[in-house]
């Protein structure tokens, strides 16, 4: 019972970090329909950042938090303005190429500057204790992630659904087209999305640090996890990000605890018995 | 037709240049060239998929490691096989993954298609790296080349030039098969399908059986380098069916040029000499290659072949024939 309610909570902290990658890249990949290989990188690279801040900072993961999704914010919107706008007119695998070589070039600048090998980041204080809930003795740093995911899924669902810019947002994932000829300038919309996907995914590599430790690998490792997330939420769905990132953590979670040889192959079976169900995922719309 | 002979003579010359090599090259070299004759198949499969049909796949190397496994664990363990066995064996797993996962992705295509085929070999990747008992983990699988047995006499393969002979004859056949595959009604339907599907269904081809085979086919093709490969290096292990394998045929075949049949060959040589030469230079090489992709896909987004094909045509001011190598819709049929 006790090992059960463990579990269960690594796979909520799990489906927490996941959600907060693949948020950006279901509504990236919603709207420009580009299916964006460098988004994990840009989670590395956050965590990488973060490293590099707390070294100099003496362990702060709070400035690590506002500086570092800065920072990626502005590299996505440099990004998506002079490397994939460019690309645009050649069709989506040229676009998808791009991403690709943009996080083979960041993994091995990552590699080049701070090394093929595990970093440990430390978190100090309150962070760093243990706190007891349902009778169980539980890191905190573990539920401030949980709750950080919370925290960034309830902002994006009220930002979506209750402001203009949502509406926009929506509208653009819908018929990119029509919102352009109503006067909106959407290669600025498609800016915005990217950056601030890209800072979230960079904000999940902040969090991730002191739970996973940062190493090279870190990116592929969630990559693939994110990508089966919005294949089985439906591309370019908030709500089955959600729903597929809680079910793929707990999959992960008592996959390890029950068939740790099978954990990983069981995230695809998943991914494959719902492509034969519904091809379009578990909120999406028919693929076009 | 007299395109057509003149691209025979190319292929004529280029497979005698080939026979030739293991006379003038150090052993060294020709363990490159090895290399080389079996990437390029590896990468004009791939670029019948990506070039041909429009299709990315991120799934490729699932046929390379699939049948590269399959070949392994055939030498070793049934005894008394001769080479050319190993490889039809290690051909069996590749077909039949063709057959259920084309099946499975018939209907996607562009993102989605990509997207699906990344997991379809992520997942075989996590079974290679989980299931030590038969792939050897991280260890992988080590070998010893069995002998070609033609009968009447056996050829040792022990011998690198030997060897090399065998992949220049096996696998060169199956590269001008492909060429060949181009040029038949069922090529040219992959490419206008490519060009306008929805016309291709209202003129009553069945596109989905078309790319199914297509599917099939070219991860047979690239089942046979994986085995290839695999004999090659005497050696197999979870890297052959890796996201890396994947990105390594990617690189080739765009760097070389998806738009002409023998764009990724040219990206073969350029590829494997490249690497060969920075590795020594730098310990970063794999960061060069990867700004040389990026910078190609935003200045020289046909690839090399088709920088070159502009090039003669600024020299000599000639119209370049495309004799139905490439897509262009063609005027008449003949």
């Known amino acids: 019972m006790h090992e059960v309610a463990i579990f269960f909570l690594h796979g909520l902290v799990y489906a927490g970090l996941l959600f907060l990658v693949s948020a950006g890249l279901t509504l990236i990949f919603g709207m420009m329909n580009v299916l964006n290989f460098a988004h994990a990188a840009m989670y590395m690279l956050g965590a990488y950042f973060s490293y590099s801040v707390m070294l100099h900072f003496s362990g702060q993961l709070w400035l690590s938090i506002l500086i570092c999704p800065l920072i990626l914010l502005v590299i996505g919107a440099l990004i998506e303005r002079f490397l994939l706008r460019p690309v645009h007119k050649l069709g989506h695998v040229h676009e998808l190429l791009m991403t690709f070589g943009l996080a083979y070039i960041v ?15 430390n978190v100090s204080g309150f962070l760093n204790s243990t706190v007891k809930i349902i009778g169980i003795t539980y890191p905190v740093y573990r539920i401030f992630i949980f709750f950080c995911a919370v925290f960034v899924g309830v902002a994006m669902a009220l930002i979506l659904y209750k402001t203009r810019l949502g509406i926009i947002i929506r509208a653009t994932v819908n018929d990119s087209e029509m919102v352009s000829s109503l006067g909106i300038n959407v290669p600025l919309v498609f800016t915005g999305v990217f950056a601030v996907g890209t800072a979230l995914s960079g904000f999940a590599g902040v969090i991730a640090g002191p739970l996973l430790s940062v190493f090279p ?25 959600v729903l597929a990132s809680l079910i793929i953590g707990q999959l992960q979670s008592f996959g390890v605890l029950l068939i740790p040889q099978l954990s990983m192959v069981l995230v695809y079976l998943l991914m494959v018995s719902i492509l034969i169900v519904k091809p379009s995922g578990l909120f999406g719309e028919e693929p076009l | 037709m007299r395109q057509k002979n003149i691209s025979y003579a190319v292929i004529g010359v280029l497979l005698l240049a080939g026979a030739l090599m293991p006379l003038v090259l150090k052993q060294y070299h020709l363990y490159m060239m090895t290399e080389i004759v079996i990437f390029s198949l590896f990468a004009v499969s791939y670029n019948l998929l990506l070039g041909y049909a429009g299709l990315l796949s991120f799934g490729h190397a699932l046929f390379f490691g699939l049948s590269g496994f399959a070949t392994a664990l055939a030498i070793i363990h049934i005894p008394g096989l001769t080479i050319l066995n190993t490889v039809l064996i290690g051909l069996v797993p590749s077909i039949v993954a063709g057959v259920v996962i084309g099946g499975l992705l018939l209907r996607h295509k562009g993102s989605y298609f990509a997207l699906l085929t990344l997991a379809f070999s992520a997942l075989f990747y996590a079974i290679a790296i989980k299931w030590y008992a038969v792939t050897g983990g991280d260890n992988g699988l080590n070998f010893t080349r069995p002998d070609l047995n033609l009968g009447i006499f056996t050829v040792s393969m022990a011998s690198l030039a030997h060897f090399y002979y065998l992949v220049l004859i ?21 490419v206008l399908m490519r060009e306008n599907e929805e016309r291709m269904q209202f003129l009553g081809y069945n596109t989905n059986a078309a790319r199914l085979v297509l599917f099939i086919f070219t991860g047979a093709l690239a089942g046979l380098a994986g085995s290839f490969y695999v004999l090659h290096f005497e050696f197999v292990s979870h890297k052959a069916v890796s996201l890396d394998m994947t990105t390594v045929v990617l690189l080739m075949t765009f760097v070389g040029g998806t738009k002409k049949f023998w764009g990724p060959i040219l990206g073969v040589f350029i590829y494997i000499i490249f690497q060969n030469y920075l590795s020594e230079i730098t310990d970063h090489w794999a960061l060069f290659m990867g700004i040389i992709f990026i910078l190609m896909v935003l200045f020289v987004p046909g690839g090399l072949s088709e920088f070159l094909l502009k090039v003669q045509r600024r020299l000599f001011g000639k119209q370049v024939r495309n004799g139905g190598e490439y897509a262009v819709p063609e005027e008449g049929r003949s």
Do not use: R
């Open chain 1, 107 to 121: 993994t091995e600048l990552v590699q080049w500057y701070w090394g093929n090998y595990p970093l440990a980041v």
């Open chain 1, 217 to 241: 690998g870190m990116a592929n490792e969630i990559l693939i996890d994110a990508f089966v997330v919005i294949v089985v939420g439906g591309f370019g769905s908030l709500g089955g990000a």
């Open chain 2, 170 to 190: 096996v696998v060169g056949a199956a590269i001008v098969f492909c060429w060949y595959f181009t040029h038949t009604a069922m090529g040219k339907t992959i």
